[in-house]
């Protein structure tokens, strides 16, 4: 797994701006302020961007390193890459108590040596450390050795992974479920008071370590999440349900625009793989992992705002208990004495995921050519912030990036076409409008033209739009 932290190494970053809500959330707890002060203004004409701020879990982790970094990418990303790598290694431990060596190693490699998770692991979002937390609680609550103290540990870890990403909710959901099967077993009947001890210690533990969160760091409340959920509907979960199903496939295929028969036959090949271990996990056992999985997934398959396989990550090393699975029941049910023929699936995945490298090898001697880390981008904000009054608020497309570069309020253009755009802008009343060509000004041209503002100033793919009063 050391390849993990030692290979691709960013020192950018490109125009979306998650992490810059987190840099500043963590910054402000190193500075002693409330953590959800940021530069990013929410307005409710927008719910689809970006919630108002981020739970406190990630910002809290991340701050040690901000307090030693600052806005250095490349070791805010080598910070993350040793958080996949801690994962990674988290993930084998697990494997193993069910699985042997052959097996763990070639799911672990498939998966982590896949180009994707080199470009992704570096990036500064929470995915990662969610994933680690979610999976050190199934990994402890899996274990044989009952006692408090192991209980009240778990009680943690479903707190921390609650205050980072709010669906870890589903952890507690799992665990009360699978306590109310396994006492419903009769083999088990005798233990019901350690079956009812345990869940009830791990939930009123999570929800006292819940409550020591909210006190050190209080924040106003806010339903952004619960909030995109208005927009479901069955074709909204049909779209995601569909776009997971080729985006899972087409993992493992990796770069189908070579050899995409081999990158199809991979992808499809694993995805009916994986079918059969959830079958066969249906058939045999309904443990807390069979419960997990199929919990997060609807969740994901009902959240209408897809992220591409980032929300697929906390599930990875449960996807790989079900491809092993599988594979072992193919092995028995097909009466296969050797384990060459799971060996070489392996050899073309990898073989595929080479094209992947060579790119990633290419796209890093390009990095500081594109983003707001490049030169031209920090020379334009240098410029703003003498021409931006401290109070005056900013609207553009990535207002996360751009409020922490300039120290300016800013916030996001409204959806809908240029009409719309204008009338909802009047709710902010944005003192200016920033055009970047790398982030479609078009968007910008056409509200500033639409309502009669001057163009001020422009520099290097930059141009700012000072607004006329607002109606």
Known sequence: MCPLVLVYIESTKDWGDDFAAYFEEAKNITEH??????????????????PPYYSVGYPLLLAPAVALAGLDMYLLNLYMSLWMMVWALLTIVFLRRYFRVLSVGCFVLIFFLNPWFFEFKGRVLSDVPFSFFFLLTIFLYTGTKQNIFKWVMIGICVAIAICIRSIGIVLMLAMCIDTVVSFLRRSELQQWQQKLYKPAIIIITALFVLGMFQMLFPAPGHSYYIRQFNSLCFASVRANVMAYISLFSSFFGGDSSRLPVLAHFIGWAMLVILAVGVISAIRVERNIIFWLFWFYMLIVFLFPDMQGFRYLLPVVPLIMYLLARAARFIKLSSGISKN???IVPVILIAFKYSFGFVELTRKEKK????GPFAAGSQHCFAEMKGIVPPSALIACVSPRVVGLMTMRPCCIIPEGNTSRQVTKLAISRPTYLLAIEERDPEIIVNIASAHGDSL???????RLYECKVWK
Do not use: E
Not at 456 to 462: A, E, N, S, T
């Open 367 to 370: 990095a500081l050519t594109y």
């Open 456 to 462: 001020i100033w422009q520099h290097d793919g930059f």
């Open 340 to 342: 060459w023929p799971f």
């Open 33 to 50: 302020r409330p953590f959800y002060y940021l530069h990013y203004r929410f307005f409710d004409y927008n719910d689809h961007y970006a």
